[in-house]
């Protein structure tokens, strides 16, 4: 029970920092956007998705950290990039400070994002890692919940007081530091099974088209608020925190969600984003923003869950923090287009505006549900007749 819990207050402290990777400056995204007048939309919705370039490079090198440095180092040293190249801007304003910072914290979050599940899987069977991953969408959940209230409180009184959310990291390394075990570095027989296999890449690329779509939220609903509802960022800030606060309870309710959709879990996950942006389309005033705030918090946090729980039962232990490195990348590589692929098929529907941006999204997730819905049925079949 003593390592049980070490391993929780972890898990919890570093998804808890990890709701910084979603909340990014999402609330303020409208804000941001009134002082760069100068530069497109494109160009500052790209603010809160760039950071997935080096979030790629620092998860491609997990395979490699994990065989010359602990788990705990580079957890550590995740967190400390994130604290400081979050909490610059602060001190130092401009947009290609702020552009530069969101591209460096990519790298914190990069090396450190994936070892919750390596850690997982390292201290617990299969059987029992279910249910900290969704301790680990919890934390996530109250992580971004929490960051967005503050982050929009903070912001009233300037926009340069929102960055000091990312304080957060440094208290989560210190957390990790007192609490987490030291483990071996995986070397010699051990560093011979990392290896991958196919189900690695295909829930990958699951993960690149999810990020893909559920990034038309994160990316839209501050500017959709400010442009046909109100002006207000703290609008803005409790929407993004009913996305929080859903992806928390989901967290919560993830072993009695698996229990019930068991093999079709990712559809469900998937479906749900799509049915939260009709919501958006289709129910107006705030109403729809927080229906459609609700249904997207659930697929992310549920998804996210759900991926990690499969990536971490598909490969041998030694392999699962770079199996999750794979994952992160290919699902950062979605994350990262996204602002781009959204505009510019938003253009082809007469505009880039956040609700053009909503209708691709939304048929986009809709039609990923049905397929992957498709390939779990069949691959179930085929281990029912194997």
Known sequence: MKKELKIAITIFAMAFVLGLNITGIMPILSLVSEKYASYSTSQIQMLQTVHYALMMAGSLSIGYLTTRFTKKKIVLAGLLIV????????????????LICRVLIGFGFGIFSPMSTAIIAEFFPPEKRAGFMGLNVVGMGIGTMVCNLLGGFLAKNGLRYFYLIYLAAFLGALVVLLVLPETPVISGERASRIKLNSMVYTLSLMFFMHTLFINAYSTNISLYISGNITRDPGASGFATAVNAASAMVMGILFTKVVNRFRGMTLPFSIFCAAVGYASVLFIPGMAGVMVSSALCGVSLSC???????????????EAVAKASGVYTIIGGIG????????????????GNTPENQ?????????????????????????????
């Open 358 to 386: 909503f209708r691709i999204a939304m048929a986009g997730m809709f039609l990923l549900g049905a397929t992957v819905a498709v390939f779990l049925s069949g691959r179930k079949q085929e281990q029912t007749q194997d």
């Open 303 to 317: 998804f996210a869950a759900m991926g990690a729980y499969l990536i971490s039962v598909s490969v041998e232990e």
């Open 83 to 98: 604290g400081l190249t979050g909490v610059f801007p602060t001190f130092v304003e401009g947009f290609w400070v702020l």
């Open 335 to 350: 994350g990262l287009i996204a602002p781009l692929v959204l505009s510019s098929s938003a253009g082809l529907l007469g």
